[in-house]
């Protein structure tokens, strides 16, 4: 079926640089997405979401790109730091609604000191 | 600052077994949600609540599975009978609104089926 997935396992990133960390989402019926980060051996945490009315989400630090012609979801983190070491997850749904999320596969985002 | 709280952390059972994981939600919420999580794969949606009701639920979520607030303040998933396949993290989630992908998680229960 369809799903939601992440073009790059791990990513290593040295403290104070940017990541880019990006997803590949194949609903094209989705219509909503979100961003989570996964800290070892915590839930995961809201960060940052975006509606495909828009192309462009800025956060603190964070920004959020959507493209949806070619289904693609990107998360970027101005100057990194040790506290963004984690699991980063995409995830999905439609209809504006928070009832069913479709994560992603997730990437390890490594800050390197 | 407000938190989801799960109990247990860590549950180890056998086979067959039933299991109860309790979740306290963040009290104004009104929407809440399972998740679980197998070992290195991807976290999955179980099941959503609200008003006393099941709004939605995935295909993992079968006979063997149900949900209940039986008061306030709790919201519990119950396995009926446990399988090896069940061992995972299991996560509670709530939030405010539905039209919101900003659920708010707990740390989770391991659950581990011998």
């Known amino acids: 079926g369809e799903s939601v997935g992440l073009h790059l396992p791990t990513l290593s990133v040295q403290e104070g640089d940017n990541s880019i960390i990006n997803c590949a989402y194949s609903?094209?019926?989705?219509?909503?997405f979100i961003w989570y980060k996964q800290e070892s051996g915590k839930g995961p945490q809201f960060i940052i979401d975006i509606r495909s009315n828009m192309d462009k989400r800025q956060g603190q630090r964070v920004t959020v790109l959507l493209n949806k012609t070619v289904k693609h979801l990107s998360l970027q983190i101005a100057a990194t730091q040790p506290g963004d070491s984690a699991v980063y997850f995409c995830?999905?749904?439609?209809?504006?609604?928070?009832?069913?999320?479709?994560f992603g596969s997730g990437t390890q985002l490594t800050v390197l000191p | 600052e407000p938190e989801v709280t799960q109990t247990p952390s860590h549950q180890v059972t056998q086979m067959g077994q039933e299991v109860i994981l309790r979740c306290v939600p963040i009290?104004?919420?009104?929407?809440f949600y399972w998740y679980r999580q197998i070992l290195g794969q991807k976290v999955e949606f179980l099941v959503s609540?609200?008003?006393?009701?099941?709004?939605?639920k995935s295909e993992i979520f079968d006979d063997q599975f149900s949900v209940e607030r039986p008061d306030g303040s709790n919201f519990t998933l119950k396995i009926r009978s446990t399988k090896l396949e069940d061992s995972a993290m299991y996560f509670c989630a709530s939030s405010r609104e539905t039209d919101t992908g900003e659920l708010f998680f707990g740390e989770g229960s391991r659950l581990t089926v011998l």
């Open positions: 995830a999905e749904t439609y209809s504006g609604s928070a009832r069913q999320l479709t």
């Open positions: 609540f609200y008003n006393n009701e099941i709004s939605e």
């Open positions: 009290s104004n919420h009104l929407y």
């Open positions: 609903n094209s019926a989705s219509d909503y």
